[in-house]
């Protein structure tokens, strides 16, 4: 059986900033919403997350035996402060206008991957590694493991971070001695608009109102329409941006709706 604690202490030595650990089971209350968000469409062109839905709401059927899911986070400066000096490479650049801050520094899956690997090793597990290109819910299990809760944007909101974050995960066949659980309210409650909290977003509604292209679901479950985001058009080139959309400048991603969080002051 694995210490969580020592799991912890050595993911943050590889250069994450936080990990939590969810006991691996299937994402019943998740796997409703996901379902509403494809029968309405909104998942445009991502055809993909059409497939493996089962797998993408149960690791047990990725990893068989699974029992733990490692998740781990590694927080990126947000777009308001200028990248570090020492993050820059030889012959200097400065902040790239209309790039999302995510992709202002290193590609972050070669980043994340080197780094669960590591995990991997250290710990001296087997476990399958996932960075974005594997059919698992990253965001649901990171809250599940105690790291935030999935904001009205749909991202994970962290409370030392706030969305300005990206995930990785371990699904292992061992045991860990301590499962993590949802985040308590209490480190959210600071946001007077976040207190009343059933969702934690409660009564704000500041990233819906903020996205020029009306993208966000204002009610229900979080959820984005990705034929109306930029990120889509800007990441996944094999459709032209629609007449009218609003890219308010980004040609890679986009900050608006994080710009918008009271959790990413
Ligand atoms: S990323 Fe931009 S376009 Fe997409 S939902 Fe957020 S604000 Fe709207
Ligand atoms: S802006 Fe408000 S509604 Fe949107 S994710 Fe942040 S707290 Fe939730």
Not at 149 to 172: A, D, K
């Given at each position: ?5 020592e799991v912890?202490?050595?993911a943050l030595?590889?250069?994450?900033d ?5 006991r ?8 409703y919403?996901?379902r509403?968000?494809l029968?309405?469409?909104w998942?445009a ?7 493996n ?5 149960d ?5 068989p035996?699974?029992?733990?899911v490692i998740?781990?986070v590694?927080a990126?400066?947000?777009?308001i ?7 820059r490479p030889?012959g ?6 209309g790039?999302?801050a995510?992709?202002?520094g ?8 080197d ?9 001296g597990?087997?476990g ?8 698992i819910s990253d965001k ?9 809760f ?5 991202l ?9 974050v990206n995930?990785g ?13 949802y985040?308590e ?12 909290n059933?969702d934690f977003?409660?009564r704000?509604r500041r990233?819906?109102d903020?996205?020029?292209n009306?993208?966000?679901?204002p009610?229900g ?13 800007t ?9 009218g ?12 709706c ?8």
């Amino acid at each position: 059986m694995l210490s969580s604690e020592e799991v912890k202490r050595i993911a943050l030595e590889v250069g994450f900033d936080a990990c939590g650990i969810a006991r691996a089971d299937a994402l019943t209350d998740e796997e409703y919403p996901l379902r509403g968000w494809l029968a309405k469409g909104w998942h445009a062109g991502l055809s993909y997350m059409e497939r493996n839905v089962e797998m993408r709401m149960d690791p047990r059927l990725l990893v068989p035996g699974a029992r733990s899911v490692i998740c781990c986070v590694s927080a990126y400066p947000p777009p308001i402060l200028p990248l570090g000096k020492e993050e820059r490479p030889e012959g200097g650049w400065g902040y790239k206008p209309g790039v999302a801050a995510y992709a202002q520094g290193r590609e972050y899956h070669k980043v994340l991957k080197d780094m669960l690997f590591s995990l991997r090793e250290r710990l001296g597990i087997d476990g399958k590694v996932c960075c974005d290109t594997v059919p698992i819910s990253d965001k649901h299990w990171a809250a599940r493991a105690g790291l935030g809760f999935i904001g009205r944007h749909t991202l994970l909101v962290t409370p030392q971070w706030g969305s300005w974050v990206n995930l990785g995960e371990i699904v292992t066949t061992e045991e860990c001695s301590e499962y993590s659980e949802y985040s308590e309210y209490s480190e959210y409650s600071e946001y007077s608009e976040c207190s009343d909290n059933p969702d934690f977003c409660a009564r704000c509604r500041r990233c819906v109102d903020a996205c020029p292209n009306h993208a966000i679901a204002p009610s229900g479950p979080p959820m984005i329409d990705v034929s109306r985001c930029t990120a889509y058009y800007t990441t996944h080139h094999e459709r032209p941006i629609p007449p009218g959309h609003v890219t308010a400048g980004y040609t890679q991603g986009c900050d608006i709706c994080q710009l918008a969080c009271p959790f990413n002051r």
